[in-house]
């Protein structure tokens, strides 16, 4: 007799989140890092600027909650701008598609609320009835497949791993999250996240697990 139930091995979870406006003009970008130089101004005070094309472009919010230690995805387009005032040539450039809102992220089991509000950076967070709403992983990472715009951080790259080296009724391993070092069989892969089967007292129980969490096993459980 079989057992079928259906569990899920997430170790994020995400909240939309509504950035503070503090200037005209939405979501403020910065630039960081690069190659500086000195120089000497008209007073005769020795400077320090940034050697032009260098250095990475990144959104305010977006930059001080993960300096925080958020994960964050903030949506975004590219569209055509001229470099400058003085050229009619044109390059793509980031803009966030959302108006004033992003995602949030920490892992789950944790509380992080006041600490995020500590930050002045988010005014509140997309919910019903006074409470959050947790935005399912699944749809995040659609999201960020769609309109990662090449700005994802490197924790973000990793959830939209595909998947496709498991197939139906490979063996394989949990190795982080709640089900870590459980053996499993893959019902069915799905973009990033795959369906296996756990045995439980000769029943299973489906679980939908994100495909960076699993390594290929063997039957003797490499022994």
């Given amino acids: 007799m ?24 939405g979501i403020k970008t910065i630039r960081i890092g690069g190659e500086f130089e000195t120089f000497r101004d008209r007073q005769g005070r020795m400077r320090k600027r940034r050697v ?18 958020f994960e964050v995805f903030l949506p975004v387009k590219k569209v055509l701008r001229r470099k400058n005032r003085f050229t009619p040539e044109k390059a793509l450039v980031a803009q966030p598609l959302l108006v004033d809102w992003l995602f949030v992220g920490w892992p789950i089991g944790g509380s992080r609320w006041d600490h995020l509000m500590d930050l002045d950076v988010v005014t509140g967070v997309m919910g019903t009835g006074g409470r959050p709403v947790e935005i399912p992983s699944a749809r995040v990472m659609q999201l960020m497949r769609q ?3 090449g700005m994802l951080s490197p924790e973000c790259e990793r959830y939209l791993k595909s998947g496709v ?32 089967a756990l045995d439980i007292l000769g029943g299973e129980i489906c679980a939908q697990i994100r495909s960076d969490l699993l390594i290929a096993d063997t039957p003797d459980g490499g022994k």
């Fill in 165 to 196: 080296e498991f197939k139906p009724n490979d063996l394989v391993r949990v190795i982080a999250g709640p089900l870590d070092g459980v053996r499993l069989r893959v019902v069915d892969v799905s973009g990033p996240t795959v369906k296996a």
């Fill in 52 to 69: 032009d094309g260098t250095g990475k472009a990144v959104f305010l919010p977006e930059h001080l909650l993960r300096r925080a230690g």
């Fill in 2 to 25: 079989s057992m079928m139930g259906e569990i899920t091995a997430q170790d994020m979870q995400w909240f939309a989140c509504r950035v503070k406006r503090k200037q005209v003009g």
């Fill in 147 to 149: 309109w990662g715009g």
